[in-house]
């Protein structure tokens, strides 16, 4: 905000010699303060983020090997509002995230997948896990429609079954 401000004010002084050393500073400032923000950073914690997305989950995993994973997507039974391109989709594009390396479905219920339709067209999937459930919805089919035009590879599991993420082993 600083170099933003000193930006503002000096551009009318541009003529002075100063004002021109101060200006050129205060744009790299800006510009890297800028690319510092999307640099991807590693963490040796696993951190997790719960979003309000009405009236089912979405959760959000950062694994300390630099993984992700988004669990379920939320819904609403308002389909003017998409849950999915405005709190989740916003949420990852604000974290600098373009790509999921997995989307876990819990369960075939509306209020669980509709957030998931938009971010599995929104961003690129390395895999989809669901449970071996199933639904004759339209949006349901609609989902594994997405995730087959993609080439998202869909596995299943079941109760017991252990996925790991570096040292992180969820159940």
Same mark, same amino acid.
């Given at each position: 905000? !600083?170099?933003? @401000?000193?930006?503002?004010?000096?551009?009318?002084?541009?003529?002075?010699?100063?004002?021109?050393?101060?200006?050129?500073?205060?744009?790299?400032?800006?510009?890297? =303060?800028?690319? @510092?923000? %999307?640099?991807?950073?590693? #963490?040796? !914690?696993?951190?997790? *983020?719960?979003?309000?997305?009405?009236?089912?989950?979405?959760?959000?995993?950062?694994? +300390?090997?630099?993984?992700?994973?988004?669990?379920?997507?939320?819904?609403?039974?308002?389909?003017?509002?998409?849950?999915?391109? *405005?709190?989740? #989709?916003?949420?990852?594009?604000?974290?600098?995230?373009?790509?999921?390396? !997995?989307?876990?479905?819990? &369960?075939? &219920?509306?209020? &669980?997948?509709?957030?998931?339709?938009?971010?599995?067209?929104?961003?690129?999937?390395?895999?989809?896990?669901? *449970?071996?459930?199933? =639904?004759?919805?339209?949006?349901?089919? %609609?989902?594994?429609?997405?995730?087959?035009?993609?080439?998202? +590879?869909?596995?299943?599991?079941?109760?017991?079954?252990?996925?790991?993420?570096?040292?992180?082993?969820? %159940?």
């Amino acid at each position: 905000i !600083t170099f933003f @401000y000193i930006i503002i004010f000096g551009l009318p002084k541009f003529r002075n010699y100063v004002w021109k050393r101060v200006l050129l500073i205060s744009f790299i400032g800006l510009f890297l =303060s800028l690319a @510092y923000r %999307r640099l991807p950073f590693r #963490s040796d !914690t696993l951190n997790i *983020t719960f979003l309000s997305v009405g009236l089912g989950d979405a959760v959000y995993f950062e694994f +300390p090997d630099g993984k992700n994973m988004l669990m379920d997507g939320g819904g609403n039974w308002n389909y003017k509002y998409d849950i999915g391109e *405005t709190v989740i #989709s916003a949420f990852l594009w604000n974290k600098g995230v373009y790509k999921i390396d !997995t989307v876990v479905l819990t &369960h075939p &219920h509306f209020n &669980h997948y509709q957030g998931l339709l938009s971010v599995m067209e929104n961003f690129q999937i390395k895999k989809f896990i669901k *449970t071996g459930e199933n =639904s004759d919805e339209e949006e349901f089919e %609609r989902l594994m429609a997405i995730a087959q035009r993609k080439n998202i +590879p869909v596995s299943e599991v079941s109760d017991g079954d252990i996925l790991t993420f570096g040292d992180v082993a969820l %159940r």
